[in-house]
């Protein structure tokens, strides 16, 4: 069974000019991360507002062709059930908040709450993710007072204590440092190894060359490239559609161009230093 499977989808916001969605064909499969990425306006929040069946509940417009949610047509899913089966992390940590809980533990408790958990359990399940994600010095502090990395670790311990099968998350370090950043990315890893699947739109390539499974690059409402990760990045075309690739891929561009071609194209730093050393011992090994 996929997570979603999206057959020739069209939306159009209501009373916009031209499609968010332009014909969207594309199979997300169960316990992987799938990263998305795309220019600004190119359909990334739209899908995630889809597969999340806020598109087209919450949002009016027109929506045509077929998309299918863990094997049932989304216009069969109840929302409410699908709100509680999909949870979701979005860009901005303030907003995160439910803003009427006076502590970070009762904010992580209301969504348990709100699923009917009984009390005992949803205090052992705070408990347990606060300590998992090593925030239980927070526990007792009112919400409204956190940094953003700090909302954003509340937020994740939010939808990690519903136990959520899929996650959706929207650009969760567009507004933090690199070191916020880096522990976000840890918790989704943590996720993922705990096999949920996860949808992540997230403009730091880097950050997905080194945890996505697979890449889909959207592009004015269509999706211009999908597949497994590597071949993604490394794929001629993505600069076309406004994606730079990591880092390092563009440092071997550089390296082949220079007459010192790596064995094959890196996309995370790991094998980049790999094929570095490689290709340096080859060197010495000629005598350059
Ligand atoms: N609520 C809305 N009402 C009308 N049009 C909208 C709405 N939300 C998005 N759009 C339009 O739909 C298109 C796709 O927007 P969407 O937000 O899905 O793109 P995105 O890839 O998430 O962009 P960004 O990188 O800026 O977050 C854009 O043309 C946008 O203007
Ligand atoms: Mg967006």
Redesign the pocket.
């Known amino acids: 069974m996929a997570l979603a499977v999206l057959e020739d989808v069209h939306f159009t916001?209501a009373y916009?000019e031209?499609p968010?969605l332009n014909g969207i064909t594309l199979t997300l499969e169960r316990g992987l991360l799938h990263g998305i990425v795309?220019?600004?306006?190119?359909?990334?929040?739209?899908?995630c507002g889809l597969l999340r069946g806020i598109v087209p509940n919450f949002?009016n417009g027109d929506l045509t062709g077929r998309t299918t949610i863990l094997d049932r047509d989304l216009a069969d899913w109840d929302s409410g059930e699908l709100a509680t089966t999909i949870g979701c992390v979005f860009d901005n940590p303030f907003t995160q908040i439910s803003g009427i809980r006076d502590t970070v533990f009762e904010e992580i408790a209301f969504g348990l709450e709100n699923l009917g958990v009984p009390r005992e359990e949803i205090i052992d399940r705070v408990i347990g993710v606060v300590e998992q994600l090593g925030i239980a010095a927070l526990a007792d502090k009112n919400p409204n007072e956190l940094s953003g990395g700090q909302r954003q670790k509340v937020a994740f311990a939010s939808i990690i204590a519903m136990d959520s099968d899929v996650v959706v998350i929207d650009?969760p370090t567009s507004q933090l440092d690199p070191e916020a950043s880096e522990a976000v990315f840890g918790i989704i890893a943590g996720l993922k190894e705990r096999g949920k699947s996860i949808v992540l739109?997230e403009h730091k390539v880097d950050l997905l060359a080194e945890y996505a499974d697979t890449m889909t690059v959207?592009h004015e409402?269509r999706v211009a490239l999908t597949g497994g990760t590597r071949e993604v990045l490394s794929d001629p075309r993505l600069r076309s559609f406004g994606v730079a690739p990591p880092e390092v891929t563009e440092l071997a561009e550089r390296l082949a161009q220079a007459g010192r071609p790596l064995s094959r194209i890196p996309v995370t730093r790991a094998e980049a230093v790999e094929l570095i050393d490689e290709r340096m011992r080859e060197e010495r090994a000629h005598g350059h």
Do not use: D, I, Q
């Open positions: 916001y916009a031209s968010a795309g220019l600004n306006s190119s359909g990334k929040t739209t899908l949002h650009e739109v959207l409402g």
